[in-house]
């Protein structure tokens, strides 16, 4: 496993968490995060053969409900919130090709 | 108030006899806040003309409302968590002045309990951090000691219980958001079973560790807010169909016959005042009929680097929908030379604090195409020997017991700076997230300096019950609660 981190390792992460770090937070997070990633270096250590990775804290299967239409928050409710509303009820964003 | 208890019990019982008014109730508390939380910081938003109209509407229908558990108690609500119409901001600049337009549902069980919502508590930004430092409004101060931080990330809702700002908080606890502040400032916190509260209206964190409990004076007001909460939620399809034990019908404490499990070797390493504190409590509980074992716990010691990939991996998916389109912050872009992705990274940049940042690249990492199998999935694996380790605790005994925390509140500023050392103190926190078990700190005394120290009991899937009995029966023996921090700075 690599450490530590390189600023490229850091920049390929922040791209893929849409984060566009300042130059000052790529130098302390190349640290700081090879830091923690070597902590946890020690679950090495244990032996997972044969076990599970699938282990979740519910027991239950999700109960489904019928599937019937139902009072939702109104366009207007949902736009209320909007940094930017658009005419006709829609979220207005940048342009997304070119 | 001279002379109140401050416990929801007493304050619903006046307002029934006609003692008191949930107006003049209501007015006390909004006119402490006011003389106190300048300095201390522990509200991010404080409703006074929403409480006022609520606690108008409990004096209205006093008598035909006579059943409701909390009639006219003021009670703050972490601001992770939705109400309609107020602001809701996990306390982030990237939600700054977002209003939730639908109640959470543990909100709207509250204010059908008749319960008065007086305001919205500080924490870390999105609940991640262990001291409240990591907000946008700035930290949360320590009642007991000006300079300490109240534990994270509930801080604001712990300082405002153990102040007497309000009888009771909800918060959140992803990794010990409730019980490790709750150890800090010196009130009861719970974290219920995985399950067992609907999370709908609750700003998304790590999906399979958040769960939402009561802050507050007493073990029998948590056991009152707790059944208030509790139950399934068609909002919230992790929410168990588990009946809900009536815990609001408590009676008193009990501890005979209870078997206390105590991990080996669990002092080491830690703190003299916790250590003594720790086993005195243990103490208190044999007197009273309890039996210590020891029992094993073989991957504890795994447990922080398991939570902080887990956490942060789930964290860096959920946090994905912060991005400016619907709802919250958008930074300024040129609408010729820009596109949507850039406004996405600016407006991420922009909005989140450091140590959101920092969870959400180590979370990315963690999940990324190279490195998911040795991190992540490695991680899951262990959590599941973990959580076998109290399945076979749980065979022999009870509940099991140990200090919330290593030490009691540190001082503002000594780990900001050092991520690793911040999370190594959420030891004896995180495995009842990583499990899904029940959880609850209650106050056991206090450092040489004068700082409170929790004492953590652990239990069985759906089993608060025999948590809040065995805390009850501490609590009759050592009322810790009925020490107050003072009003004046420290």
């Known amino acids: 496993m690599p450490s530590p981190l390189t600023l490229e390792d850091v920049e390929r992460i922040a791209a893929l968490a849409h984060l566009e770090l300042t130059a000052d937070e790529k130098q302390l997070f190349a640290r700081q995060l090879a830091q923690i990633l070597g902590y946890a270096e020690r679950l090495q250590e244990v032996e997972t053969t044969n076990v599970s990775a699938d282990w979740r804290p519910v027991s239950e299967t999700a109960a489904l409900r019928p599937d019937e239409r139902r009072e939702s928050l109104s366009n207007e409710a949902a736009l209320d919130n909007a940094p930017a509303p658009g005419p006709g009820g829609l979220f207005r964003v940048p342009r997304v090709i070119g | ?490």
């Not at chain 2, 990591?134 to 930290?139: F, K, P, R, T």
């Not at chain 2, 009946?243 to 016959?257: F, I, N, T, W, Y």
Request: net charge negative; aromatic share 8%.
């Open chain 2, 1 to 490: 108030m001279a002379g109140h208890d401050w416990t929801i019990n007493t304050l619903r019982t006046s307002v029934l006899s006609g003692e008191t008014t949930a107006a003049d109730v209501c007015e006390d508390y909004l006119a402490r806040i006011d003389s106190v939380d300048g300095d201390l910081n522990a509200f991010t938003a404080v409703l006074g003309e929403s409480a006022r109209q609520q606690a108008e509407e409990v004096d209205q229908h006093r008598d035909a409302w006579r059943d409701r558990p909390l009639l006219g108690v003021p009670v703050t609500i972490k601001d992770v968590i939705c109400s309609k119409g107020e602001p809701t901001t996990g306390a982030s600049r990237i939600l700054k002045g977002f209003c939730s337009p639908y109640d959470a549902t543990v909100v709207r069980k509250l204010r059908d309990a008749g319960a008065v919502i007086i305001g919205k508590t500080n924490c870390d930004e999105f609940a991640m951090g262990s001291s409240t430092e990591h907000s946008a409004y700035g930290v949360t101060r320590n009642p007991w000691d000006r300079t300490r931080i109240p534990g994270g990330s509930s801080g604001g809702a712990a300082a405002a219980v153990s102040a007497r700002l309000a009888p009771a908080s909800l918060a959140s606890d992803t990794g010990g958001s409730i019980r490790q502040p709750a150890a800090f400032c010196g009130v009861v916190g719970l974290k219920p079973t995985y399950g067992r509260v609907s999370r709908y209206g609750l700003l998304a964190f790590a999906s399979s560790l958040d769960q939402i409990g009561p802050m507050t004076l007493t073990v029998r007001d948590a056991a009152t807010v707790f059944h208030t909460i509790a139950g399934a939620d068609e909002c919230d399809a992790t929410t168990s169909s588990q009946p809900v034990e009536d815990v609001a019908q408590l009676g008193p404490g009990d501890a005979k016959g209870a078997r206390i499990g105590v991990p080996r070797n669990i002092l080491e390493g830690i703190d003299d005042d916790v250590s003594r504190s720790f086993q005195a409590t243990l103490g208190v509980l044999t007197e009273q009929g309890a039996t210590l074992i020891d029992i094993d716990l073989p991957h504890m010691a795994y447990a922080i680097p398991v939570y902080y990939l887990v956490a942060p991996a789930e964290a860096s998916s959920n946090l994905a929908r912060y991005d400016g389109v619907r709802y919250g912050h958008r930074a300024a872009i040129d609408a010729h030379s820009d596109n949507l992705e850039t406004m996405y990274d600016r407006t991420r940049d922009e909005g989140f604090g450091p140590e959101v940042k920092r969870r959400i690249m180590l979370g990315t990492y963690a999940l990324s195409a190279g490195y998911y199998d040795a991190y992540y999935v490695k991680a899951q694996q262990v959590r599941s020997l973990i959580k076998s380790d109290y399945d076979q605790a749980f065979n022999e005994v009870d509940a099991v017991a140990m200090p919330t925390t290593p030490g009691p509140a540190f001082r503002i500023g000594e780990h900001v700076d050092d991520p690793l050392a911040m999370y190594l103190g959420d030891i004896f926190t995180v495995s009842a997230n990583l499990t899904g078990l029940p959880a609850i700190s209650v106050p056991a005394g206090f450092s040489e300096d004068g700082l409170p120290i929790g004492f953590q009991l652990m239990g069985r899937p759906f089993d608060e019950a025999t948590l809040l009995r065995l805390a009850a029966a501490y609590e009759q023996e050592a009322p810790w609660w009925k020490t107050r921090p003072g009003d004046e700075k420290r």
